[in-house]
């Protein structure tokens, strides 16, 4: 039997501690409060003073209340039965559901070798045409969505939970809304969504403490479907509010900030969450999409910024829309030269067009005389910003393509689009073809 | 001396502070013993008897009270044969043979030899018994891959030896005994092929340092002809993120003319890593007709791999670079990113607790990468030769914002600065490398006075255009309109190139010359036009001609047939040089 210790010297903030021995850096422990137990965490030790960062916070803790180490870092339960959970980030259940424990397994693991890992080779099919067409997502990928408050950022995560072809879907909720919550949950839920999904879910009301495990739960259970040949796709949303709950918990430590009150360590943290995305080769992967909020829109800001160098290209989600402009999928390359012949042509013939189009417009504005070629661009620019753009498509790449193509032959001729002939004359449409002769 | 042994007495983060009984010395090696693992640590702070030392791995599960052991030695790195091709972590740990013992994941407290025992070297004596030897002095050699691998006296003896013995020439494995020499009194040392060299000090072991002044050619016209570096010298990419600094170093990896390559991934992505790991060995160098990895180490400590080994990998990186210098070899050393390295430091200056400086910096950051760019050089080595370590270093500032601490400590102590921009990227121009801004102290391939004239095109070009901006082209004059045309056209046929055209991609330096004089003729001539539309037609088309004649191989038929199209078409409109222009050439043939 482990010792009880019964004496709390110093209360900070979150952090309490207490004179104990035999006690191990990033141990475990409970502390038994009046208003119930809550777990807390090993971060700091001198000589027999022992730190500990409580996970349900400080607030409520006497001074003679009980801290029982339990001899272990934290853990987590990991099975099948997890599917069609919901966990909050100190991994207790959310719903109404037994609680896990059996085969335990540790959080925050090591990094992965990078002489083990391979070239991403897979795309993963969204359904979404500013995705799968233009800035196609991939097996391994790790890609932030890049927003700001008041955007549809979680429900196009919704949806691209709903539709994503991947093995099982695991969401972390960092700091979510509760109806944002709820919103996950009964969307997924009437999706038929719900049997393949974990739920970590850390709402904005929960203790702060809690917002830190999130992704490093979500993480660790992924990891280990991943090791089993499954597919996992890890929603993270809002990982802003994970650097928050880090700046919060650095300030009160009193660490010496670095940049806007962000301890300096934030790319570490933020980069040992996001490198996690991986393909084992001969086993499953691991791709994470996150959300990050801008603060004030302002892609410098420390968090957004720091996430930008460390992942794997980002998208924008601005008006509702998937920006075609600064939305970057890094790793497309890799895979959009097997989907089919014209992708990749047709992916930046379009853009340089929708260029085109922004460029008109801008004179239209300004009050400057239509030409024909503007009038073209326009129409074609209003077309694809409703066809395509807009967040309620939900085609299937093949799809996504043909309608590219209709969309270009809805506007221009066949020698103004700027595309190779070759290609033109295979997969322009029909109609329009004779239509235009 | 007896090794100092200590109890763990706190923990913070990566940080453990020990109860030392015994001696020890600032920046020595200490282990923390957990269980049966022992978990490597560097001394990074000593009050009285206690000291503080970063733990290289993940310090979970440590208590207070677990023994720790310290080796006397400072952090070090194996020199010797076998070091090319290593793919390794920040402290030279082989990654290949730790993923064969450990699978997927870093095991931590897994620390192999990063040089094959078993295998076996031909050596080849260059040294006779009786003959006398100071440190950094070859006595034999072995053939690795296409290079010469020296055999020399270790760095770390100061006295001169004598050869009592030596093999003869056969094969031996890295720890065979292959000579015994003898110091000023008497005293015998046995010498292997293999020695350690405590990475945070410079190998010093040459005659003379000297003024970098040679180019070393990257292959990419805008850094070769206007922003050149020199074998021995130092340059810096900072740039914003997606601005390309990562895909720049890469192909600087592959066509740079040095005879090694170390890259030195310092916190970044692993997948980009990967690409490189993956896609070197197939590639074949063509200078050699090898595989590229052949030529290449790879030190990589990603940015999920632990914090203190990312700012030893640094210094491992070019202390490898400096042993193969000392083989009269030239090195070519890329860190990506140093900014990851400076915050590797912040994180441990933050955890010790010292004032900070700016940004939360310590005060030291400058001395410290002022410190690591000047270890950069080329040098004179004992027996006459010379070799060269070149530095490059990204640095990711945040924001994209130059102005802070990182950039600007870097940009005082470096010889190039390459600043890349967010508007040349986004606008898919490479290199982003801005024209503008950017800045070198080196020669470069073509005199200064005409890549200065060029530059001074785009300058004003660029003025031009943003005055067009306010006033309209139809409010600009004539001349100032093909000023602005000249410089665009620059920018598009000669800073921009192709990355992705086999012929483009890579430049030769007889090639660098040959257009760039040939564009000097344009440049630097004055032109006849009656209108403005006629003028940009003419540049639209001239344009389109030269981007043909980019891709066009070296001095084929098509190369040929291209560029006495060119020279017609500037025939036509061109009327002579101006004055100035004139005088450059002039100055030119007579200096040639």
């Known amino acids: 039997m482990r010792k009880v210790y019964s004496r709390i010297e110093s209360i900070t903030g979150n952090v309490i501690t207490v004179i104990a021995d035999g006690v191990r850096y990033g141990e475990l422990a409970v502390v038994s409060t009046r208003y119930g137990e809550s777990l807390a965490e090993v971060i700091r030790m001198r000589h027999s003073e022992v730190s500990l960062q409580v996970y349900a916070g400080g607030r409520g803790i006497s001074t003679g209340d009980e801290v029982r180490f339990l001899g272990h870092p934290m853990r987590v339960s990991f099975s099948d039965n997890l599917m069609g959970r919901l966990f909050n980030g100190s991994g207790r259940p959310r719903d109404n559901g037994p609680a896990l424990t059996e085969n335990l397994i540790e959080i925050g693991g090591p990094s992965v070798n990078p002489a083990k890992r391979i070239i991403p080779r897979n795309m993963i099919r ?12 991939v097996e391994s990928q790790k890609l932030p969505i890049f927003s700001v408050s008041g955007e549809p950022y979680n429900q196009l995560l919704a949806r691209i939970a709903m539709q994503a072809e991947v093995d099982l879907i695991i969401l972390g909720g960092i700091g979510l809304k509760y109806d944002d919550y709820l919103y996950f949950r009964d969307t997924l839920e009437e ?21 830190l495990m999130v992704p490093d739960i979500s993480l660790a259970v992924a990891e280990r479907f991943g090791l089993k040949g499954k597919r996992v796709l890890v929603l993270l949303t809002d990982m802003t509010n994970f650097a928050d709950a880090m700046k919060e918990i650095a300030i009160t430590q009193e660490q010496v900030p670095s940049n806007r009150g962000y301890p300096g360590d934030l790319y570490s943290q933020l980069a040992s969450r996001y490198e996690k995305a991986v393909d084992f080769e001969g086993a499953g992967s691991i791709t994470i999409l996150g959300v990050t909020t801008m603060p004030g829109d302002d892609v410098t800001h420390p968090v957004p910024d720091n996430t930008g160098y460390i992942t794997e290209g980002q998208y924008y989600l601005r008006n509702g829309r998937i920006e075609p402009f600064g939305s970057l999928s890094r790793l497309k390359q890799q895979v959009n030269d097997r989907t089919r012949d014209d992708h990749r042509a047709l992916m930046d013939g379009m853009i340089k067009l929708y260029a085109s189009y922004k460029e008109s417009l801008e004179k239209k504005a300004m009050g400057f005389r239509m030409s024909d070629w503007d009038n073209k661009l326009l129409r074609y620019g209003e077309t694809f910003e409703r066809e395509m753009m807009d967040l309620s498509v939900n085609i299937p790449i093949e799809r996504a393509l043909d309608l590219g193509w209709e969309i270009l032959a ?24 004779e239509a235009s002769t | 001396m007896v090794t100092a042994k200590g109890k763990v007495v706190a923990i913070n983060g990566n940080m453990v502070s020990v109860e030392v009984d015994g001696d020890i010395s600032m920046n020595e090696v200490g282990y923390v013993i957990l269980g049966d693992k022992r978990l490597k640590s560097e001394v990074i702070r000593i009050r009285g008897t206690q000291a503080e030392l970063q733990v290289f791995e993940i310090t979970k599960g440590i208590a207070v009270g677990d023994d720790v052991e310290f080796t006397q030695e400072l952090l070090a790195v194996e020199l010797g044969p076998g070091l090319l091709t290593l793919v390794c972590d920040g402290l030279q740990n082989p990654l290949p043979e730790l993923a064969e013992r450990s699978g997927f994941f870093l095991e931590r407290g897994l620390y192999l030899p990063s040089l094959e025992r078993e295998r076996t070297w031909h050596f080849t004596p260059t040294a006779k018994v009786g003959d006398t030897l100071t440190r950094g002095e070859a006595f034999g050699w072995v053939p690795e891959g296409i290079f010469e691998h020296k055999i020399m006296i270790p760095f770390g003896m100061y006295d001169a030896y004598t050869i009592a013995s030596i093999s003869p020439e056969g094969d031996y494995k890295v720890t065979d005994t292959v000579a015994t020499v003898t110091d000023g009194n008497g005293a015998s040392y046995d010498l292997t092929m293999r020695f350690e060299w405590p990475v945070k000090r410079a190998i010093d072991a040459y005659v003379d340092r000297l003024k970098p002044e040679e180019p070393m050619v990257t292959k990419v016209r805008l850094i070769d002809t206007f922003l050149p570096v020199a074998r021995g010298g130092t340059y810096c990419i900072p740039g914003p993120f997606g601005a390309g ?11 740079a003319e040095v005879d090694i390559v170390i890259v030195a991934a310092c916190g970044e992505r692993a997948g980009e890593v990967v690409e490189t790991l993956r896609e070197f060995p197939e590639l074949m160098d063509p200078k050699t007709g090898k595989s590229l990895m052949e030529r290449t180490i790879i030190i990589c400590n990603t940015s999920s791999m632990p914090v203190a080994a990312r700012e030893a990998s640094v210094y491992t990186a070019v202390t490898l670079a400096e042993y193969y210098r000392q083989m009269g070899l030239d090195v070519l050393l890329l860190a990506d990113s140093t900014s990851r390295w400076a915050q590797a430091m912040r994180e441990m200056s933050g955890r010790l607790e010292e004032i900070p400086g700016e940004e939360a910096f310590p005060a030291y ?15 004179r080595l004992k027996d ?16 994209g914002n130059f102005e802070e601490p990182v950039t600007q400590a870097t940009l ?18 490479y290199p982003a490398i801005d024209p503008l801004d950017s800045w070198s102290k080196y020669p470069g391939l073509v005199d200064t006075t005409a890549t200065e004239y060029a530059r001074e095109i785009l300058f004003r070009g660029n003025e031009v255009d943003q005055m067009m901006k306010v006033v309209g082209e139809e409010g600009t004059a004539l001349d100032d309109y093909i000023v602005y045309l000249k410089g665009d056209f620059l920018d598009a046929v000669y800073m921009q190139q192709n990355a992705f055209d086999p012929v483009d991609a890579s430049v030769s330096t007889e090639r660098q010359r040959h257009v760039f004089d040939m564009l000097f003729s344009l440049l630097g001539a004055e032109l006849q036009f009656e209108s403005k539309d006629k003028a940009r037609t003419y540049f639209y088309g001239l344009r389109q001609r030269f981007l043909d004649y980019n891709s066009a191989e070296w001095d084929s038929d098509e190369f040929k047939r291209l560029e006495s199209e060119i020279v017609s078409m500037i025939d036509e409109i061109s009327s002579g040089l101006e004055p100035r222009a004139e005088r450059i050439v002039k100055q030119r043939g007579q200096d040639a």
């Open chain 1, 126 to 137: 969204t359904g979404i045409p500013m995705i799968d067409l233009f800035n196609t997502l």
């Open chain 1, 191 to 211: 999706g038929g969504a719900l049997s393949r999904t974990v739920f970590f879910v850390h709402t904005a009301s929960d203790p702060i403490v809690e917002a």
């Open chain 1, 410 to 433: 809805d506007s221009f001729n066949k020698e103004e689009t700027g595309l190779r002939t070759e290609l033109i004359e295979r997969f322009w449409p029909k109609e329009a073809a």
């Open chain 2, 245 to 255: 600094k990562t895909v720049l170093q890469q192909i600087t990896s592959r066509n």
């Open chain 2, 365 to 379: 950051l400058e001395s410290v990468i002022a410190g690591f760019y000047e270890r950069a050089g080329v040098v």
């Open chain 2, 384 to 399: 006459g030769s010379t070799g060269s370590v070149s530095i490059g270093g990204t640095v990711s500032p945040a924001g």
């Open chain 2, 412 to 429: 005082k102590v470096v010889g190039a600065f390459h600043g890349l921009s967010r508007a040349r990227s986004d606008a898919r121009k």
